[in-house]
């Protein structure tokens, strides 16, 4: 058999053996060993410039920590259209992230309600129902059933059931926040929710919201958007401290949310909870707005919150002024004009609604030491009042600054009587003025350590807490509360602004939209009452990667500056990005040809270039003189 492979007429067949069978079967082999070598292995890299898909530190620790099994049932459709696809290998990408750092705790089961009556009768028995989601093709546009949901089973918790098939309209922007809700999920499952406690409006009439028109009935709830969402990570209860004294240890944290005009019993409750080592968190509004439409102005009623002498016993002033942003600010409409396409609102920025962002230097208007600022962004503010912190009045206490306006945009404004819009859309040089700019102002504080009573020889216990000593004749004193002189190590927070948590923003069908905006509330009740893990995953968010077109992208920044200084009218601007847009299709359909046609070529003539390479390698080494055998 050697001799006949080594015949002339074998030679072709002996090079096609050595030359093409073999490294291709030595291929195939190596991809097959190295794909069932990495399948098994928990070895990964993620390339992708926002670590999309790659778990914190902080959830390898909580799933290496389980200590029971917890079991994720995965109800997906296996036929899926090619338009979720991607998004589907997203999800159980990022599962898979959970499932190998525990170790064999967490066990993934994916089942598929469309094909088993009682896997659908399963599914629906937790509370999963499909989603009707619309697919738009080429020539047609169809609505289909689809299935997408997480079962989450600990112990004999009650399960977590995490909705996500009514998200694939959305795209991958609506998994953003994956991680952090299978981490809240499991955190839940392995702790019990805890106790979160709020007050302050709940007690009085609730504020008309200025932005929309009266309620028939009167004021109506100003809060639920925010408690609806703070019910999703912790256990909100209502609290009268008029009525209640709050159990610290079954309520470790209390919101305060726009209070007026506590009483001393309201306040002797809320300092005696902070001395047993309450944690407290002050949401302050020191007034109430009322639109006058036809003067386009807003008149602030301001009142009393009953807590600014406490607040200053322990080391923080608000001072009764705005703090306002000339830039940076969000947009109102001040004025409508008619044009061709209809009525054309125009914007202006509300210097009362300051939006402060993150910076990268240690001077930033953000705390990035701080844990429930380290990793917010932005915050958003409406009608703040400074706060002030007193270094004298911090004993055993340190205060720190979490949020502060940007100094070069920023000043006071003490009037508070009166708010003219027209004056919004004035220019720096007019108002305001050069000596009130560059003013930065404290938005939110906290204070850290120990704290001593506020009530003392100055400050009484209010009399109706008196009680009367059962054994004490008629005529004696009578015998006061219990109270707590001096706290162990607790934290008190104060934001300047509570409209930014109320139902004006986070209120409506779907407060999701707008929960950035008010990322500073949820993370301070993170940071005090859960997990400090969860507040970097919380503003850890997907961001659009696809490619813009440069060109395109100028052209309509330019024309929206020419816009908003109204050097062209609505229709040039509608000409001018249409054109743009045009054009940017064309450029697109020129690298879409380029992108398909590109790789091949250039493999071929790489592969044509090597041929001649060697081809010329060859012709050369022919041409050598053979070597002669030495000489005897």
Known sequence: ????????????????????VMPTLLVLG????????????????????????????????????????LTIRAYFSVDLPP?????????????????????????????????????????????VRPAVVGIHEA?????????????????????????????????????AGLEYELHSAIWELVHDKPQVGITGYLTRSAPRNFMAPPQPGGGQPFYQGFRRLLGDSVSVTEIDLKTTMPDVKKMPLLLVVRPKEF???????????????????????????????????????????????????????????????????????????????????????????????????EDSSINTSNPATSSLRTAQFFWPHPVELLPDRLKDSTGTVLVRSDAPQSWRRKDTSQIDFAALVKRPDQYPTAQQLGRSSPLAVALEGKFSTYFDERHPVPPSLLEADAGAEKGEEKKGPEIVR????????????????SDFLLGGQNPEAQKQYAMLAFNLVDWLARSEDLIRLRNKQYQDRRLVDPEFKAILEEANEELSQ??????????????????????????????????????????????ILRAALRSRSSRLPEPQPPSS
């Open 1 to 20: 058999m050697n001799e006949l492979m080594h015949a002339p007429r074998y030679a072709f067949l002996r090079y096609v053996v050595s030359r093409v």
């Open 83 to 127: 338009q979720v696809r991607p998004l589907e290998r997203y999800i159980f990408d990022i599962l898979e992230e959970f499932v190998v750092p525990s170790g064999g705790k967490i066990a993934l089961e994916r089942k598929d309600p469309a094909e088993k009556k009682t896997v659908e009768d399963e599914a629906q028995a937790y509370g």
């Open 566 to 611: 109204q050097e062209i009218t609505v229709q040039e601007f509608r000409e001018r990005v249409e054109s743009g847009l045009s054009d940017a299709k064309q450029r697109w359909k020129q690298w879409r040809w380029r992108n398909v046609l590109g790789p091949p070529l250039l493999i071929v003539f790489l592969g044509f270039l090597i041929w």
């Open 263 to 361: 009483t001393d019993v309201e306040i002797f409750r809320l300092d005696q909870y902070l001395m047993k080592g309450g944690r407290v968190i002050v949401f302050v509004s020191l007034g109430e707005l009322d639109e006058n439409p036809m003067m386009r102005t807003l008149a602030y009623r301001p009142f009393r919150s009953g807590l600014e002498d406490w607040l200053g016993h322990h080391g923080v002033r608000i001072a009764p002024e705005f703090v306002c942003h000339f830039r940076d600010a969000w947009e109102v409409q001040i004025e409508q004009r008619e044009s061709v396409l209809g009525p054309v609102g125009i914007m202006a920025p509300n210097w009362f609604w300051p939006r402060v962002y993150r910076g990268e230097d």
């Open 139 to 175: 020539t047609s546009s169809k609505r289909i059933q689809i299935w997408g949901a997480l079962v989450l089973n600990y112990q004999d918790r009650a399960p977590v059931v995490i909705d996500l098939a009514t998200r694939y309209a959305r795209g991958y922007e609506g998994f």
């Open 30 to 69: 190596s991809l097959i060993f190295g794909y069932f070598l990495i399948e098994r292995s928990s070895l990964r890299w993620d390339l992708t410039e926002d670590q999309r898909y790659t778990v914190s530190d902080g959830t390898r620790r909580l799933v290496a920590s389980l200590k029971d099994k």
């Open 486 to 501: 001096a706290s162990s190590p607790t934290q008190l927070v104060v934001v300047s602004d509570a409209n930014f948590i």
